[in-house]
């Protein structure tokens, strides 16, 4: 298998139920998933369908019921929690609808941390060279030393782009990254992701509820009833 066809995620049969005050309801019912390197896959469904349940299983930030799943090819059931951290950090970036930026920090600031942490043997002259660089993609290089909490919801979103990219994952998990924004930054940021993960080469699983915005994936799956509609 050469690297264009290699798995990075392979799910099968995956299984997820959460108590219900004394019921037990299952969200994610025998759903099999998978995604190549450099694919981008959308995933559409009504509210309370599963998708954040799903893409919490899949980065391994919940654990399943039932099933297998793969990260190129290796099994991450039974790893620890920091291995599966650390593997994590380098494997998957997220964005979310809610940008969960740290308020009481500066962009550059929010940005530091996450490259930091993910690059323990860089020196303060490359971290910061590699922040400037990711500011510059997100078009944010004049607001490095603002407050988060003074942006627009577009530009917050684009820090949290920069956040997800910085320590160069080889996927994206994008839910709903336009929920909280108009009509017009929805269009800028979801074409700003787009360039950015074709650009770097990223695969890309995004969550939305427009279906516009999914036509732009390589492909479109549809969560009902715990699985994938044909
Ligand atoms: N930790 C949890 N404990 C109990 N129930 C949960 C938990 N997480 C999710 N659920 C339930 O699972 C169902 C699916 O939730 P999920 O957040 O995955 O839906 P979603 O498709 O992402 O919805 P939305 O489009 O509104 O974001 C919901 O009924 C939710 O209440
Ligand atoms: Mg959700």
């Known amino acids: ?3 264009q ?3 990075l995620i392979s799910g099968k049969g995956l ?3 959460f108590q219900s005050g004394d019921d037990e309801v299952s969200i994610i019912k025998g759903l099999d998933f998978s995604l190549a390197q450099g694919e981008s896959i959308s995933i559409m469904g009504d509210s309370g369908s599963g998708k954040s349940t799903l893409l919490n ?5 919940d654990c399943l019921d039932k099933g297998t799943l793969k990260w190129k090819e290796r099994s991450i059931e039974n790893l620890s929690t920091s291995t599966l951290s650390s593997m994590r950090r380098s494997f998957i970036g997220f964005v979310f609808q809610s940008f969960y930026l740290v308020p009481d920090l500066t ?3 929010n940005l530091y941390l996450s490259a930091k942490i993910g690059y323990k043997d860089m020196n303060q002259d490359e971290i910061h060279a590699r922040i400037s660089e ?3 993609k997100v078009h944010l290089k004049d607001r490095e030393q603002h407050s988060v909490v003074t942006l627009s919801g577009g530009e917050k979103q684009r820090v949290a782009i920069a956040r997800a990219l910085i320590n160069d994952p080889l996927i994206i998990f994008a839910d709903e990254p336009t929920g909280n924004l108009d009509d017009r930054s929805s ?3 979801l074409e700003l992701l787009l360039s950015l993960v074709e650009m770097e080469e990223k695969s890309l699983v995004l969550v939305t509820h427009n279906p516009n915005f999914a036509q732009h994936t ?3 799956l549809y969560l009902k009833n715990g699985t994938f509609e044909d």
């Open 15 to 17: 299984w997820k139920s």
């Open 57 to 61: 299983l899949l980065s391994g930030l």
């Open 187 to 189: 269009k800028e940021i």
């Open 218 to 220: 390589d492909k479109q």
């Open 1 to 3: 298998m050469n690297s």
């Open 134 to 136: 990711y500011l510059e």
């Open 107 to 109: 962009v550059y600031e």
């Open 5 to 7: 066809n290699e798995s």
